[in-house]
């Protein structure tokens, strides 16, 4: 009975392992895919938004929780 139990043990484990494996290589070919079907790669240094740059955004989500709060 208790080898028996150690069998099943092994092969589940063999099966999540086995899944697993099998999703790590999906997510790889996933990105693989991705970047090969990618055409506005943005590269460091390159386009992108600068520091500094959402500062209207940021005042505007200050004025909503004023506004919420009751502030004036």
């Given at each position: 009975?208790?080898?028996?139990?150690?069998?099943?043990?092994?092969?589940?484990m063999?099966i999540v392992?086995?899944?697993?494996g099998?999703?790590?290589?999906?997510m790889?070919?996933?990105?693989?895919?991705?970047?090969?079907?990618?055409?506005s790669?943005?590269?460091?240094g390159e386009?992108?938004?600068?520091?500094g740059?959402?500062?209207?955004?940021?005042?505007?989500?200050l004025?909503?929780?004023?506004?919420?709060?009751?502030?004036?």
């Amino acid at each position: 009975m208790l080898l028996e139990g150690v069998q099943l043990m092994i092969v589940g484990m063999t099966i999540v392992f086995s899944f697993l494996g099998l999703l790590v290589g999906a997510m790889h070919l996933n990105r693989l895919v991705a970047e090969a079907l990618s055409t506005s790669a943005i590269t460091p240094g390159e386009g992108g938004p600068a520091a500094g740059s959402d500062d209207v955004a940021i005042a505007i989500v200050l004025a909503a929780v004023a506004a919420r709060r009751g502030v004036r």
